[in-house]
């Protein structure tokens, strides 16, 4: 039995060591662009789990009373202080008069439940009900329901815009906007060889235009396809994360160059299908405020990942906006969970 005891260090040891390898690409990750390293890239999944297993390594080892705990320690120091906690304190939420408040809501609602996943009735009620209780200014769906944009449903939004071709349902992933305010122009930004999009619109606020993209980036579909993974080579499976990875990449490349073409003040929302340790995520967010980081609580969780907390959902503001709130929702409707942001406009001042 003592011989064991040194063995099991070894081991321990070992799997450590590929911890602390696998941190320091990731901590790599967010800098480089994904065409240099795809298949790399996608340690940005799991980059806050990563950071959770060294806790447990920090653990371990200073109950051996080992000094080898100090791997670890570097490594979870380093990843708070290059890439930042996913774990945000209570902010404090400034008072702001209603009339100054823009709030806007984001919710991947998985088409209101069409094909039954959850096994709850009348989900599409629901949603509705869920927003009509929360009555954010702008509301912004991806994977919308085509119903929607012929049903008179949301009726306390005048305004807007549900990127949906009558007849081809299955072609492309249904993203919409919702505007209390006049949209003033509207467009998509159709990714290549994909169902996936983006849309936005141009709404007229008080006397200023803000263009609002409604994002919709690749999936992995990774929890669909569980059971599967276990009989599926593994080289098969990092060349089907490369891929998703490389049209990400793609992706967000072409929703910043929109994003640029255009001297809107601009807010961003979306379903990135990926952490904020990713460079899809530095790619978008750029110089933009994250709502979450700014004043949001907790994990900020929108998905759960094999029962792990995820952030992969996000609104993101541009300096004009002062961030006077953000809310994510345990309100179980979808896959993912709903989030809302407040802001206020500097100009108002």
């Given at each position: 039995m003592k011989r064991f005891f040194p063995f099991l260090n070894k081991l321990i040891l070992f799997v450590n060591l590929i911890f602390v390898l696998v941190t320091a690409i990731a901590l790599?990750?967010?800098?480089?662009?994904?065409?240099?390293?795809?298949?790399?890239s996608t340690v940005s999944l799991v980059t806050p789990i990563l950071a959770c297993v060294h806790m447990v390594f920090v653990s371990f080892w200073l109950l051996r009373r080992k000094k080898l705990w100090l791997w670890s320690a570097m490594m979870f120091i380093a990843w708070y202080v290059i890439l930042g906690s996913f774990y945000e304190f209570s902010n404090q939420v400034e008072n702001v008069n209603d009339v100054e408040k823009l709030s806007i809501m984001s919710f991947n609602s998985r088409r209101f439940n069409e094909h039954r996943q959850l096994d709850i009735e009348n989900v599409d009620s629901l949603i509705l009900n869920f927003v009509d209780r929360k009555s954010p200014d702008i509301l912004c769906?991806?994977?919308?329901?085509?119903?929607?944009?012929r049903n008179n449903a949301l009726s306390q939004y005048p305004y807007k815009y549900i990127d949906y071709v009558y007849g081809k349902p299955a072609t492309r992933v249904i993203q919409a906007i919702y505007s209390k305010f006049p949209i003033l122009a509207k467009?998509?930004?159709?990714?290549?060889?994909?169902?996936?999009?983006?849309?936005?619109?141009?709404?007229?606020y008080?006397?200023?235009t803000i263009r609002i993209y409604n994002v919709h980036l690749q999936s992995f579909r990774i929890i669909p396809e569980i059971d599967a993974i276990k009989n599926q080579k593994s080289s098969k499976l990092l060349a089907k994360?490369?891929?998703?990875?490389l049209k990400q990449d793609e992706q967000a490349n072409l929703i910043r160059?929109?994003?640029?073409?255009?001297?809107?003040?601009?807010?961003?929302v979306g379903d990135f299908n990926n952490t904020q340790y990713s460079n899809i995520y530095k790619t978008i967010k750029?110089?933009?405020q994250d709502t979450f980081l700014e004043k949001g609580k907790g994990f900020g969780r929108t998905y759960n990942l094999l029962g792990f907390p995820m952030r992969i959902d996000y609104i993101f503001a541009d300096s004009d906006f002062e961030v006077i709130s953000h809310e994510n929702f345990d309100v179980k409707l979808s896959d993912h969970y709903p989030v809302m942001s407040t802001l206020r406009l500097k100009s108002d001042e």
């Open positions: 790599l990750v967010p800098y480089i662009p994904v065409t240099y390293m795809p298949t790399l769906f991806q994977e919308c329901y085509y119903e929607m944009k467009d998509s930004i159709l990714f290549p060889n994909s169902a996936n999009s983006a849309v936005y619109a141009d709404i007229l008080k006397k200023d994360s490369k891929g998703v990875m160059a929109s994003m640029e073409s255009t001297s809107h003040k601009k807010i961003v750029g110089d933009l």
